[in-house]
């Protein structure tokens, strides 16, 4: 069995470039998708260009762009803030905000749903949340579909009528194994069919991974490079009742982490009814938003990881705010930008 990593060269700032290619399940290389820089208002993308297989790209990379979640002490969702609210480091180096929005724009989500056979008792549960998360889209959202249990499938591929996917929902049944990493994997790699800069994906599952080909490290090396924020709702059993596996046992903090990466954030419950409150939660939250956009002070390009912080200037006495960020990006190559997927047998 031949290994190797996932390895994108390019800022991933979604108004930048984004270059997904292949199958996560087939493993074989297909044309890369670019997308052009797009400049004024957040709203508009651009077409994808195709560029053939070991073609060079050249990729404009003066501007990162950070999307944003500010929380209460209560944790709910703080809106109406100012650009001046925010300051944005790279690698502790302070950066000018040049762009900023709070607008509410189109975006292209995937929901992954375990079908694993420990989700039998849950999983009409977690189809009404899947369900009430897609009626909560604004209209110009789009949807994918991807179940997993001993391998990741892809259910429905994008689309804008919610009922489709519901109708798809009903058909499935629960059973076998977790393949989650997989599932996260051919999720990611469906981003490359995105009509908008904005994604984001919703994990549904009630454990870690026990059957995926993919490593935790290689995926997250991938959702490191991949400008889509992933969100989380862990259905986890008490801690005292928990007798699984020690991959299922590690499920809250492998998820925890990888949306941490990501910017966005991990709901963990423990009975399945409060499913469909979070999952409105996630929908209300994605479409409140602040996006920031600063030229990185640093100029060279050399692959290397960036660290992103995002502070908040706060009057004194204001009780003390969460901010929700991605933690970095890798800076741009010279000359090309591509994606390698591991080799797998």
Not at 191 to 214: E, F, P, Q, T, V
Not at 237 to 243: A, G, M, T, V, Y
Not at 245 to 260: A, H, R, V
């Amino acid at each position: 069995m031949k290994s190797g990593r996932i390895a994108i060269r390019g800022s991933l700032s979604p108004l930048i470039v984004l270059v997904l290619l292949c199958s996560a399940v087939s493993s074989l290389c297909s044309p890369v998708y670019a997308q052009s820089p797009v400049t004024g208002d957040v709203k508009h993308d651009t077409s994808g260009r195709i560029v053939g297989k070991n073609q060079s790209i050249h990729l404009n990379v003066d501007l990162a762009l950070v999307n944003i979640t500010v929380t209460d002490p209560s944790n709910r969702l703080v809106t109406g803030l100012e650009r001046d609210t925010f300051r944005v480091f790279e690698d502790n180096v302070e950066q000018e905000v040049v762009n900023f929005s709070s607008e509410d724009v189109p975006i292209s989500i995937g929901v992954i749903l375990d079908l694993s056979g420990s989700m039998v008792n849950k999983l009409g549960k977690a189809r009404e949340a899947a369900g009430q998360f897609f009626k909560m889209a604004n209209p110009q959202d789009e949807f994918f579909l991807v179940g997993f249990n001993d391998q990741a499938y892809l259910l429905s591929p994008f689309t804008e009528k919610v009922e489709d996917l519901q109708s798809r929902m009903l058909a499935i049944s629960a059973k076998g194994t977790t393949a989650l990493l997989d599932a996260i994997c051919l999720g990611l790699m469906q981003m490359k069919n995105a009509h908008h800069a904005k994604r984001a994906l919703l994990i549904i599952s009630d454990g870690g991974d026990n059957h995926s080909r993919y490593t935790e490290r290689e995926i997250k090396h991938f959702v490191r490079e991949a400008d889509t924020q992933l969100y989380s709702i862990g259905i986890f059993d008490p801690i005292q009742s928990r007798w699984r596996t020690p991959e299922e046992l590690n499920g809250p903090i492998l998820l925890s982490e990888l949306t941490e990466i990501t910017g966005g954030r991990a709901f963990s419950v423990e009975d399945p009814n409060e499913l469909p409150d979070i999952a409105t939660k996630i929908a209300v939250e994605l479409h409140n938003q602040y996006i920031l956009g600063y030229r990185p002070s640093n100029k060279v390009h050399n692959s290397r990881w960036r660290k992103i912080k995002v502070k908040l200037r706060t009057r004194k006495g204001s009780p003390p705010l969460r901010v929700y960020a991605k933690t970095g990006y890798y800076a741009p190559d010279v000359l090309t930008g591509s994606l390698r997927l591991p080799e797998k047998e």
